[in-house]
């Protein structure tokens, strides 16, 4: 079984606020560095989405949706997300989209998500409304998700702030800022306390994790030089009480963000479990006009010097055991 476990999907209406246009994606470049994207109108139309899979050959795809930060588009996206899984339960995984430090009102939407809609996970960003994933902020948010029992998906922050030595007249800021953030983001999860306080719950990172494994050696090199507590204390209060790599094993690593090359993935498996690596295509920003090219994805995953299970296990088994299914 292949199962996508990045695909994103909008609604009509989210795609003709967002400049939606006929045929392709058109990408344009700011002079700092950023890409501004007007998505194809087809992208809200699940058949799209599934001829795409077929010629692909992907079996089940989680969906995920980029709603806006208001809590009233939050709810209409998840409607919609819902109601496509439901026409399409063979086909479709949902998560939710959440507002992590929305307070109780966002609390209730993930739990209406989940409960009532049948959401099998919720989708979060590396940075939320001024909160890195580590900010006691989200505490409430973990504890709530933790309850419900379902996992989280960390996707990358389109516009992540504090990287404006990346501003640049050509793309350096869309290529690299959102890497670093997610590198980041992944570290407080482990460092941050945040595993330490919910051991219980299951997060999936995207983007290789922001491409993690090609400073994980120096990550232990230094955790070595000082000890495990290098953030220490928070209030008084040690963060984590184990070796870093403890928290770092319980995260899965998504292949999503990368395209069809499989050079990050070699770089991934130096330092990262096949147990936990799972495949994403990020479509359609990525493979938007080239399902043969997930094709050719997966028959390299297959040719790599990895056991059958294992890379069974990356193009579906790890995320069918996380997503019960």
């Not at 049948?118 to 989708?123: D, I, R």
């Not at 590198?183 to 290789?208: D, K, M, N, W, Y």
Request: one cysteine or more; a negative charge; proline letters at 5%.
């Amino acid at each position: 079984m292949i199962i996508d476990f990045e695909h994103h999907i909008w609604t009509e209406e989210q795609l003709a606020k967002a400049g939606g246009r006929p045929g392709k994606t058109l990408r344009s470049w700011a002079s700092d560095g950023r890409m501004r994207l007007e998505m194809a109108l087809d992208y809200s139309r699940v058949e799209k989405h599934l001829e795409f899979m077929d010629q692909a050959g992907i079996d089940i795809s989680v969906l995920t949706i980029h709603a806006s930060r208001v809590l009233d588009d939050i709810r209409k996206s998840n409607d919609f997300v819902a109601r496509v899984v439901k026409e399409n339960p063979k086909r479709f995984v949902g998560f939710a989209a959440a507002l992590p430090a929305a307070g109780e009102p966002g609390l209730h939407e993930v739990e209406r998500a989940v409960n009532d809609l049948g959401m099998k996970g919720v989708q979060i960003y590396s940075q939320t409304d001024g909160h890195y994933l580590d900010s006691r902020e989200l505490w409430p948010f973990y504890k709530r998700v933790s309850k419900l029992g379902v996992p989280i998906d960390v996707h990358v922050n389109s516009e992540p702030t504090g990287f404006e030595a990346l501003h640049a007249p050509y793309p350096l800021y869309y290529v690299v800022a959102r890497e670093f953030d997610q590198c980041a983001a992944t570290l407080r999860l482990c460092l941050g306390g945040v595993l330490e306080e919910f051991p219980e719950l299951t997060f999936v990172v995207g983007h290789f994790a922001g491409g993690i494994s090609s400073i994980k050696d120096r990550i232990d090199q230094y955790m070595g030089y000082v000890g495990q507590n290098i953030p220490d204390f928070y209030l008084g209060k040690k963060l984590i009480s184990k070796p870093w790599n403890d928290y770092f094993h319980k995260l899965y690593i998504s292949l999503a963000g990368r395209g069809v090359g499989v050079a990050s993935l070699k770089g991934a498996l130096t330092n990262i479990s096949p147990e936990k690596l799972i495949l994403g295509t990020d479509w359609p920003s990525n493979f938007e006009d080239d399902p043969q090219g997930v094709r050719q994805y997966i028959e390299a995953i297959r040719k790599l010097p990895i056991t059958q299970s294992e890379a069974d296990d990356i193009l579906g088994g790890n995320a069918a055991s996380i997503l019960g299914i």
